[in-house]
């Protein structure tokens, strides 16, 4: 290739780089909400507050600068909710009403459920077992047995 071929080509080349540069400074510029809106005549409004909403919400952000740094542990324990178990229990144990054991049972009985999976087993009875043999047969065995002895 001669050297005038090659300048060519780079005058060329130059001439694109140069169009692009500009491209993209035009899309890096700030464009106007007007420019943004589509051509609809509805919802003009509504695009327009979004858009200012989105320019609003990038200016305003917050940083740590002038902040005061807390201790992590500190804003955790604040944010836990705390127990109430020790309160409460020196409540009801404070308390010298005692119910009837019959009206404890009535409340428990009405707030089990309907369902029979909520009823608690009722306690099955063991059927006493019956001996085949008398008192008096036993007595008699007795007597046999250690008579001769």
């Known amino acids: 290739m001669s050297a005038s071929m090659i300048r060519k ?4 080349l130059s001439s694109d780089l140069k169009d692009a540069g500009k491209s993209q400074k035009k899309s890096s510029q700030k464009v106007s909400v007007m420019d943004q809106i589509s051509s609809n005549k ?9 858009l200012q909403a989105h320019s609003r919400s990038a200016k305003s952000k917050t940083t740590v600068k002038d902040k005061r740094v807390k ?5 955790y324990r604040k944010k836990q909710k705390k127990s109430q178990l020790k309160s409460n229990l020196k409540y009801f144990l404070a308390t010298s009403y005692k119910t009837n ?3 404890t049972k009535t409340i428990l009985k ?14 099955v009875r063991k059927p006493q077992e019956k001996s ?3 008192e ?7 007597e046999e047995y250690f008579s001769n002895l």
Not at 9 to 12: N, Q
Request: aromatic share 8%.
């Open 9 to 12: 080509g780079l005058e060329l």
């Open 132 to 134: 085949i043999f008398t």
């Open 71 to 75: 201790n992590a542990l500190e804003e």
């Open 110 to 123: 009405q707030n089990t459920g309907r369902l029979s999976r909520h009823r608690p087993d009722k306690p």
């Open 101 to 103: 054991e019959y009206h």
């Open 136 to 142: 008096e047969e036993f007595q008699r065995f007795q």
């Open 42 to 50: 509805k919802g003009v409004r509504k695009q327009i507050r979004q």
